[in-house]
């Protein structure tokens, strides 16, 4: 179903896992700035401890280990390497990133660096942060000191994650770091100030790395699919997925067309029209850099028909339709058309940089996380990415996310997306069912997705009156039950 040397993986970001915000010459990020404000985080929690993974990731690593990772995707701490934003590197800080990848490839697993998830540091905001356009030069400046110190290992490379969340709800709408409720033409100012960190990060990236370097980033991929697959319905679900409807940033090319193609799109400046900043038109031979993939995020997506004069439309959900805990539709065909429509748009090979769910798992009375939602919701996106692979999409890699439960921002801890649990009192870590399930799918190279049900045959034996296999409070004791069980009913694959 998958390509040979497919990049099956998971993901993480800095702030979300990290915690030790104090620790070894770390300074404040404009996320720690957020958390104190009053209201501003679900509990008024923070990131100051989240996985404490910056102290237990060899236990992490392990972890990943077992789940039997090929890549590990994560982002370095700005504030963490150059804590004052420019000028000196924290030698402390990035000692830590060289005993992360030293473990990974130790463990058999690919790492996967992105320079920039959302944790700017404060005195870079103070200074102007995406508002002055000294923020590229400086962002090229820590890159260099990343690049120089782990690309004799590294060479899978992200400059930048997601601008559109950290655009809209980080300077328009303040429910992220930094907080700004900006005007219109400040929030176009600050996209593309973002473009050109982006861009200086890829140069960097492409003329200093010591391994061959492979370049993507990681935005939002906002998916508009056809409800039902005609030519005509197909071609009104691509226009809907790259047009412009609305004055805001929740845009796949307004960002994607200046990073591939060298220009912004032309419906796009027009709606803007005199909100736009002036533009010196060298900075698109910084943003339009040679990238070696477009990663995609893709979490949900948006059901469009062709309306009367053919013109997409939106196709509500009706009432009821399954969503994850976030509140976001279950829509597994945006795994089919983001990756197709990104794709002919920007024929670039596509790697899912993050796909997951959140939901509401808790270790349960058997000391597991089953959460069959996850695998059920995984498994119908893994199919749907592997139709547009076989239809001819060079898909490269996937990423689930996350790794391990997290702090999902404005939302705190009350949002779980990882494959392994974290009892956030104790640090105690859980693999949850998805992780063996995931540890299958990766083991045979997705051949596992065909097996239509396998986390619901856990308890056949007992069903059928068979005896159940000895419960092992171990990890890997689950996994073999759960292996035997599907065996001994006669759908098990050989292990
Ligand atoms: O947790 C976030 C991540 O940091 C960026 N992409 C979406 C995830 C889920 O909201």
Same mark, same amino acid.
């Given at each position: 179903m998958f390509p040979a040397g497919f990049a099956w993986g998971a993901g993480s970001s800095s702030?979300?896992?990290?915690? $030790?915000?104090?620790? &070894?010459?770390?300074? @404040?990020?404009?996320?720690?700035?957020?958390c104190r404000r009053s209201g501003a985080i679900h509990g008024a929690e923070t990131g100051a401890v989240a996985c404490d993974h910056y102290n237990r990731f060899a236990e992490d690593v392990a972890l990943m280990k077992r789940i039997? %990772?090929?890549?590990?995707?994560?982002?370095? $701490?700005?504030?963490?390497?150059?804590? $004052?934003?420019?000028g000196v590197v924290n030698e402390k800080g990035l000692a830590f990133y060289d005993r992360l990848v030293d473990a990974l490839l130790n463990a058999g697993i690919e790492?996967?660096?992105? %320079?920039?998830?959302?944790?700017?540091?404060?005195?870079?905001f103070e200074r102007g942060g995406l508002l002055n356009r000294d923020i590229a030069q400086w962002f090229a400046d820590y890159s260099v000191a990343v690049v120089d110190r782990l690309s004799d290992r590294v060479n899978h490379w992200i400059t930048i994650n997601e601008p559109q969340v950290f655009i809209s709800l980080g300077y328009g709408d303040g429910k992220h770091a930094p907080g700004l409720r900006l005007s219109i033409p400040e929030q176009l100012l600050a996209a593309h100030n973002c473009l050109l960190m982006h861009g200086r990060a890829a140069q960097i990236i492409r003329s200093r790395a010591k391994k061959r370097p492979l370049i993507g980033w990681a935005p939002v991929g906002r998916v508009e699919y056809p409800l039902v697959e005609t030519p005509e319905e197909i071609e009104a679900a691509r226009t809907a997925t790259f047009a412009f409807r609305d004055k805001n940033f929740w845009s796949n090319n307004w960002f994607g067309d200046p990073a591939i193609?060298?220009?912004?799109?032309?419906?796009?400046?027009? %709606?803007?029209?005199? @909100?736009?900043?002036k533009i010196d038109p060298r900075d698109m031979d910084v943003i339009k850099q040679p990238l070696d993939f477009f990663g995609l995020n893709i979490y949900s997506g948006t059901q469009i028909r062709r309306g009367p004069a053919g013109q997409p439309e939106v196709v509500p959900y009706p009432p009821g339709f399954p969503t994850t805990t976030m509140r976001w539709a279950v829509a597994p065909k945006s795994l089919y058309w983001g990756p197709r429509f990104h794709y002919e748009r920007y024929k670039l090979p596509i790697v899912i940089t993050e =796909?997951?769910? +959140?939901?509401?798992?808790?270790?349960? !009375?058997?000391g597991r996380v089953h959460d069959a939602h996850r695998i059920d919701f995984t498994r119908q996106y893994l199919l749907e990415l592997a139709r547009a692979s076989s239809d001819g999409v060079p898909v490269r890699g996937y990423f689930h996310w996350s790794v391990m439960d997290n702090f999902e921002w404005a939302e705190g801890y009350k949002e779980?997306?990882?494959?392994?649990?974290?009892?956030?009192?104790?640090?105690?870590?859980? %693999?949850? @069912?998805? $992780?063996y399930w995931y540890a299958e799918v990766i083991r045979t190279n997705g051949d596992h997705l065909s097996?239509? !049900?396998?986390?619901?045959?856990? &308890?056949?034996?007992?069903? +059928?009156?068979?005896?159940?296999p000895d419960v092992e409070p171990e990890a890997d004791g689950h996994a073999k039950?759960?292996?035997?069980?599907? !065996?001994?009913?006669?759908?098990? =694959?050989a292990l």
């Open positions: 702030y979300q896992i990290e915690g $030790a915000v104090t620790q &070894d010459g770390r300074q @404040d990020s404009i996320w720690d700035a957020l039997g %990772l090929r890549a590990y995707r994560f982002s370095i $701490a700005w504030p963490r390497v150059v804590s $004052a934003g420019s790492p996967w660096i992105t %320079l920039y998830h959302w944790d700017m540091p404060q005195t870079v193609l060298g220009h912004y799109p032309e419906d796009g400046l027009r %709606l803007f029209g005199s @909100d736009m900043p =796909n997951g769910m +959140a939901g509401t798992d808790w270790v349960q !009375s058997d779980r997306f990882g494959l392994v649990h974290i009892d956030y009192a104790t640090q105690k870590r859980t %693999l949850k @069912d998805s $992780a097996d239509e !049900s396998p986390y619901l045959n856990i &308890d056949a034996p007992r069903e +059928a009156g068979a005896s159940a039950r759960m292996i035997e069980t599907k !065996s001994s009913v006669g759908r098990g =694959n």
